[in-house]
């Protein structure tokens, strides 16, 4: 991941199903290859693991937060021209669209970038980790989870 080299900090979170026994943060057991911190979060759906993982991430300085998975190739010097001018702490939520009846939404396959305005709003609404439970409970719809509860304009 050369790319990380670039970046002022790298929060790495991988998300994991819930075994019975345990919930919540914890320590990576293998040594992580991002330059700061890691933390793996072990969750009953995928949204709960990304909601419980906004208050990780808000425990650092951040402007811009990128969503995506491991597949995805981030070119960050065109990235950073993107969000140039932006608030970063106003909402921002920024990806490719999907309209579907449900909601409509930035589909995670192509990447999601929020601002730290939109972080604060979603640990505002999702203040613990029951509350990011009860919020979503099928796996694989994290994006549109996230789509419907930042109700802002998707560009």
């Given amino acids: 991941?050369?790319?990380?080299?670039?970046?002022?900090?790298?929060?790495?979170v991988q998300f994991r199903r819930k075994q019975k026994?345990?919930?919540?943060?914890?320590?990576p057991s293998q040594k992580s290859p991002c330059p700061n911190e890691a933390r793996i979060i072990e969750a009953e759906s995928a949204w709960?693991?990304?909601?419980?993982?906004?208050?990780f991430v808000a425990l650092h300085p951040i402007e811009w937060l990128i969503i995506?998975?491991?597949?995805?190739l981030l070119?960050?010097?065109?990235?950073?021209?993107?969000?140039?001018?932006?608030?970063?702490?106003k909402s921002g939520y920024?990806?490719?669209p999907i309209h579907n009846f449900m909601a409509d939404y930035n589909v995670l396959s192509a990447g999601i970038l929020l601002s730290n305005g939109t972080v604060q709003h979603l640990i505002k609404a999702f203040p613990d980790y029951n509350s990011c439970h009860e919020s979503g409970k099928y796996w694989n719809n994290e994006d549109l989870y996230l789509g419907?509860?930042?109700?802002?304009?998707?560009?």
């Fill in 1 to 12: 991941m050369p790319w990380l080299l670039k970046c002022n900090e790298v929060l790495s």
């Fill in 21 to 27: 026994s345990f919930s919540g943060l914890k320590q």
């Fill in 48 to 55: 709960s693991a990304l909601c419980q993982a906004f208050h």
């Fill in 68 to 72: 995506a998975p491991d597949s995805l």
């Fill in 75 to 89: 070119v960050l010097e065109n990235l950073k021209y993107h969000v140039k001018g932006r608030d970063w702490t």
């Fill in 94 to 96: 920024m990806g490719h």
């Fill in 148 to 155: 419907r509860y930042t109700q802002f304009d998707i560009e």
